[in-house]
Nanobody, 126 residues
């Protein structure tokens, strides 16, 4: 069973950059699609980015496209989220997620993912 642990969050000013990491214990990490989601206070958890297991193809929410980059290092069982040009509206708890089973949910839906980390807080001040 894979366990996910996020790190790298913090408090930054608008325009700054942060890189989030998600360490996934377990030998089958390379087989899983991985995703990043975020949840701001009082809002639903929303899709940020996803990366496939085999080809490394990526998809992004429109709100982060061109600013955020998701990547993975299968040798280290780690997925990253590089966040540039941060804005106050990016403030949220960021969650790493793994899709370990087949589902009919689109990969941009949180319901497609069955394993979640505990989250890491990102706060962007104006």
């Amino acid at each position: 069973q894979v366990q996910l642990v996020e790190s790298g969050g913090g408090l930054v000013q608008a325009g700054a950059s942060l890189r989030l990491s998600c360490d996934a214990s377990g030998a089958t990490f390379a087989n899983y699609r991985m995703g990043w989601f975020r949840q701001a206070p009082g809002k639903e958890r929303e899709f940020v980015a996803t990366i496939s297991a085999n080809t490394g193809s990526t998809d992004y929410a429109d709100s982060v496209k061109g600013r955020f980059t998701i990547s993975r290092d299968n040798a280290k069982s780690t997925v990253y989220l590089q966040m540039n040009s941060l804005r106050p509206e990016d403030t949220a708890v960021y969650y790493c997620a793994a899709k370990t089973r087949f589902t009919s949910w689109t990969v941009t839906s949180r319901r497609a993912y069955d394993l979640w980390g505990q989250g890491t807080q990102v706060t962007v001040s104006s």
